[in-house]
């Protein structure tokens, strides 16, 4: 049975260069559909029953660009068995902040550590094994441009996709935003399959405008879900999605420090 691979990850991250290693001359190319924003697919060379899906570089799952809106409508709806996350290793701080994201879906995922290269010539470090653990998801370490880690990362992918395995995201928000999220669940429980309930939760905490649509909720409970998050940021003095933001970034640092080491400060950019 046919099998669908998407490749996440930021602009510039390596996913043509992998997209272009793993399918070769088997691509095609499109526009996702209704906008000016660029469709990849091929198949695996080794094995024309994988379809690697390429999608936009972005930032971050929000709403607020095409390439966001294609990517996360194409997760969320068209449902690959797997995702690759391209995270590039030498630039790891600011990749992690879509990765953290990626893992809330609650769909297998692999985070391909993409100039892997780059970081060992520096001769800085990054424990795998334990950004594994801490993200709750799979960890290959990849150069895309010498070819090495993709098939892995592929293989690790279709393992995880043959046993329905989602990530298991250990990031939690403040006990606070933990509830405000439970409260939001049980509010939208039954609109939604559960496997992506976390990531709705915090969409409909942070006003995402197409989220809310898309559940089309009922006045009364917009209403109470409007209540949900105003008690929360009263409590934070801030505006629900700076408070998600925040604490991502937090989360994200620690990760940073218990995982990553480096040789000469300043050469591997944690920014
Ligand atoms: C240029 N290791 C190293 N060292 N470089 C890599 C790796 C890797 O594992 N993977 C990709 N690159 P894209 P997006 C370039 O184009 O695949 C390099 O946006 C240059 N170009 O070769 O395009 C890759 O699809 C001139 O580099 O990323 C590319 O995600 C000088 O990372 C860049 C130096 O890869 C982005 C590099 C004219």
Redesign the pocket.
Known sequence: MAVTIALA???????????NDLTGSSQRVGNWPGVTVEKKDGKLKTDKNVIIQDLP?IYSLSPYTMEEVVTRNYLIKEKPDAIID?VDASNIERNLYLTTQLTELGMPVVVAL?????VQKNGDTIDTKKLGKMLGCEVVE?????GTGSREAVQAARTLASKKAGSDPKHTFSADVEKSLEEISDLIRGKIPSDNMRWYSIKVFERDKEVIKELSLDKNTREKAEGIIKACEEKYDDDSESIITNERYNYISQVIQACVTIKNKGSLSTS
């Open positions: 990850g930021n602009p510039n991250s390596g996913k043509t260069t992998m997209f570089g391209i993409n100039m892997i290269d780059v990849t150069s895309a441009i010498k």
